[in-house]
């Protein structure tokens, strides 16, 4: 059977996954701080007996485009977004620390505070922990100001404070989980400099109408493929009927 087939079909497999990834992006154009994955596709020569005179296809996904998206004004005293290159700390699933650039926060029954994905927030030592309180504030330092129970309205007391990062983009990877960590496994240190701001939350940073011109081309790619394969089987059909009659 012709190398043709094979080829034809890893282009087609190749595409499938493309188009996948733009899904995955255009599924989250509404998902606050959802960041970008890109997608990029190159051939593989193709070696054995011979020169490498066909090439496979192979699609990868090189990175993720962390550029900031746009804010959105909320009024919400627990929504903030981060400022600049800072990131908000988090507490993921499995225990490890990881990043998101915004959250809609909320304080569980046990006075956790905690994500809207349910996600511990962590601050100067570990999870935080909010006391019973009439009023909740979050300072663009990340600091967190409550007025307890009882209290008059002046008083406003500090209880904790966002651990706020701000690493080089390069030393980030996003997980299969959608939250973003440190490329060796690592954590990184509070900084003082990195800024959040309140009654905000950050939009997602994907462009509708490219997923959209992304996805009709790859669509345009793979029913080329499959018609390669069905030209492929054609002339094996067609080589098969001449045999017969030789």
Excluded: C
Excluded at 27 to 43: I, L
Excluded at 220 to 238: H, Y
């Amino acid at each position: 059977m012709d190398k043709m087939l094979y080829i034809s079909m890893t282009g087609a497999s190749q595409n499938t996954q493309a188009l996948q990834a733009h899904a995955n992006n255009l599924a989250n154009v509404s998902t606050s701080g959802f960041k970008r994955d890109f997608e990029q596709a190159r051939s593989m020569p193709m070696f054995g007996d011979g020169l490498p005179a066909r090439a496979y296809a192979l699609t990868e996904r090189p990175g993720t485009d962390f550029t900031a998206g746009t804010l959105q004004e909320t009024g919400r005293d627990l929504d903030v977004a981060a400022i600049g290159d800072a990131w908000l700390a988090v507490q993921s699933a499995d225990g490890t620390e990881a990043y998101v650039r915004t959250g809609s926060l909320q304080v569980d029954s046990l006075g956790m505070l905690r994500t809207a994905a349910g996600l511990p927030v962590l601050g100067n030592a570990g999870p935080i922990a909010v006391p019973p309180e009439q009023k909740i504030e979050i300072g663009q330092d990340g600091t967190i100001s409550i007025r307890a129970l009882g209290e008059a309205p002046s008083v406003m007391a500090e209880v904790d404070r966002l651990k706020l990062v701000l690493p080089d983009p390069k030393q980030l990877e996003k997980g299969a989980d959608g939250l973003v960590r440190a490329r060796d496994g690592l954590s990184f240190a509070a900084d003082a400099n990195a800024r959040v701001t309140s009654g905000f939350t950050e939009s997602s940073n994907v462009n509708a109408v490219e997923e959209m011109t992304a996805m009709l081309a790859l669509s345009r790619q793979f029913e080329l493929q499959v018609k390669m394969m069905r030209t492929a089987e054609d002339n094996s059909s067609a080589v098969a009927r001449i045999m017969q009659l030789s």
